[in-house]
């Protein structure tokens, strides 16, 4: 996973990754203002205040998110790792010599021609998905050219081969028992907001990933990943990398997972559990990872709109009847779906489950979902991850209000499932609260960057910022 940013973090990639972080705040607003009325210069000058609503906006999320009490110390990140090769789609499908036709979903790719409708169907929508390519030998021909292909760029995203080895920071150390002798590669193509193909015009900038990944599907890292933990002893662990098991057959898939859930309890307890899901289309194996005891074993989930509707149509949730969203997630169905994961599977009075905590994000606006009593700084969380979704795809350190666009609906509903609240978006107080049942809401617009620079690990990264602003609470 593309996680943790800047070089104000250490990593620690057992097949697993821990983090220490080292990290000074800076001089807050209110300790400037003190030191100008201690010279008697009365009060400090106001600047100018943003006019546009992304201003307002952006000036808004800087004054709210603030840094937990309790922060982590280390964090362990697995185990899922490969070598991300990121280049344009449509130069590569060229040059492969596909020439654009009609779009078909294809749940596992087979041949060149469907990788180019599945990556047609997904361009004309302008959403991200993942798929994996069966035919070991064709798919290392097109790995064979992309890798090759001018503008290339490779990328960390486990096992670990060479390149990979390679590619790692010398604060990231690497046990013998994940290293292998090659590489796992995942073919990255991306395409630009109203790039266009044939007749065919992206809505939105994205990407589509393939691989032909026997490595990471079978997660052959899990058992060295936990057997660290203990010499490590983080704070929090991140895993990722089930989504992969799709390229295992069925039989494989139904003992793997009874695994995964094995050594998921084996985490010492105490340590808060996360997990980011990725776009999957076997719903056989979307609902055993719900009911089989994988949710109520995580403490924390990561999702985007496609994954969250893809698990409520597994698993017989709300609005699974939807077949696909019709633009912008409504956030009213979005809130119910979260609502019935921690109502269901998340912890209770009568449920020994683990998950109280849920972060969703789509290009417009995210939530944030928690049982009650057992998370903080919430707000400074949700906010956190809307904000580095802008500067990540804009590649900007802070947010460039002349390269964002405010998109998100300016009023919804919380539920249609109940008498829900209606609200009315305000730039000037970006973070929305709501509760149902003793589940508290956060949501926030996103400052959409108008012509994204990356489009890879965007997901990884608001789910890693919206972790390091949270705070669990002791008796965890």
């Known amino acids: 996973m593309a996680l943790w940013r800047g070089s104000a973090y250490a990593g620690f990639l057992a097949l697993a990754v821990g983090c220490v972080f080292l990290l000074e705040p800076e001089l807050p607003g209110s300790a400037l203002r003190s030191l100008w009325s201690s010279l008697c210069l009365g009060p400090a000058p106001a600047p100018p205040g943003p006019v546009s609503p992304e201003g307002r906006l952006a000036a808004a999320w800087d004054a709210l998110i603030v840094r937990p009490v309790r922060r982590w110390r280390r964090v362990a990140v697995g185990v899922n790792a490969c070598v991300d090769v990121v280049l344009s789609g449509v130069k590569l499908l060229q040059a492969l010599g596909l020439s654009p036709g009609n779009g078909k979903d294809h749940s596992v790719l087979h041949s060149r021609n469907d990788l180019e409708e599945t990556f047609i169907h997904f361009m004309g929508k302008g959403a991200a998905a993942e798929r994996f390519f069966s035919d070991k030998e064709t798919f290392h021909d097109i790995a064979q050219v992309a890798s090759e292909f001018p503008g290339a760029q490779v990328l960390l995203c486990g096992p670990v081969g060479p390149k990979l080895h390679e590619l790692l920071d010398d604060n990231v150390f690497v046990p013998p028992e994940s290293l292998q002798e090659v590489d796992e590669f995942h073919l990255i193509l991306e395409y630009q907001a109203g790039e266009e193909w044939g007749q065919l015009k992206a809505p939105h900038a994205n990407r589509f990933i393939f691989s032909h990944d026997l490595s990471n599907g079978a997660m052959n890292m899990l058992e060295v990943f936990v057997s660290s933990l203990e010499e490590f002893q983080p704070d929090l662990v991140v895993l990722s990398g089930l989504h992969m098991m799709e390229g295992q057959s069925k039989e494989l898939q139904r003992k793997r997972l009874l695994e995964v859930v094995t050594s998921i309890s084996d985490i010492p307890t105490g340590i808060p559990v996360h997990l980011e ?140 499932l109940e008498a829900g609240s209606r609200i009315v978006l305000n730039p000037n107080k970006p973070v929305v609260e709501w509760h149902r049942e003793g589940i508290s809401f956060h949501f926030t617009p996103v400052l959409v960057c108008k012509d994204p620079i990356r489009t890879v690990g965007l997901g990884d990264a608001i789910s890693a910022e919206g972790l390091f602003y949270s705070e669990v609470h002791p008796h965890y």
């Open 277 to 416: 899901l990725a776009s999957m289309t076997n719903r056989e194996l979307m609902s055993s990872i719900v009911h089989q005891q994988v949710f109520p074993a995580v403490t924390s989930l990561g999702l985007n709109e496609q994954e969250l509707l893809f698990l409520t149509q597994s698993a017989s949730g709300p609005h699974s009847s939807l077949s696909s969203w019709n633009g912008v997630p409504d956030v009213g169905m979005v809130s119910d779906i979260l609502f019935w994961i921690l109502k269901e599977h998340g912890r209770s009075k009568s449920r020994a489950s683990d998950l109280t905590r849920i972060h969703f994000h789509t290009l417009v606006y995210h939530i944030l979902a928690t049982v009650d009593g057992h998370w903080a700084n919430q707000l400074a969380a949700v906010a956190a991850g809307a904000r580095v979704a802008g500067t990540q795809a804009c590649a900007t350190e802070t947010i460039d209000t002349s390269r964002v666009s405010l998109r998100a609906p300016q009023e919804f509903m919380t539920s249609h």
